[in-house]
């Protein structure tokens, strides 16, 4: 007969741990001026600029550098298309309110 050890056969399952990012903030490597200038020429590309900027900004295991800069353009994006629509908003009422004006002369 077999020697089974019953504390074996009535462990709980271990769990697996997640992984650690592959770079700790404070021991990041430095971004140097090239990547920044090839980063910022692709975000120079209309569609190509908020992909990236997403895939940078989810990126747990990368530079943490790239992605907090990542972070910052959607939060200053997101900012800007809120001023936008407001001036927008507030053009087209300014020029609506004019045309009105001018349809009843």
Known sequence: MPDFNT?????????????????DIHDAPVVPVSEW??????????????????????????????????????????IKLVILALFLGLFMGVVMRFAQNFYYM
């Open 7 to 23: 504390s074996d056969v009535f462990q709980k399952p271990v769990s697996p741990q997640p992984a650690a990012p592959a770079f």
């Open 37 to 78: 200038l090839i980063m910022r020429i692709l975000l120079a590309i209309p569609v190509v600029n908020l992909i990236l900027l997403f895939i940078w900004a989810g990126d747990s295991y990368g530079n943490p550098n790239r992605t907090n800069f990542a972070k910052a353009e959607l939060i200053l994006l997101g």
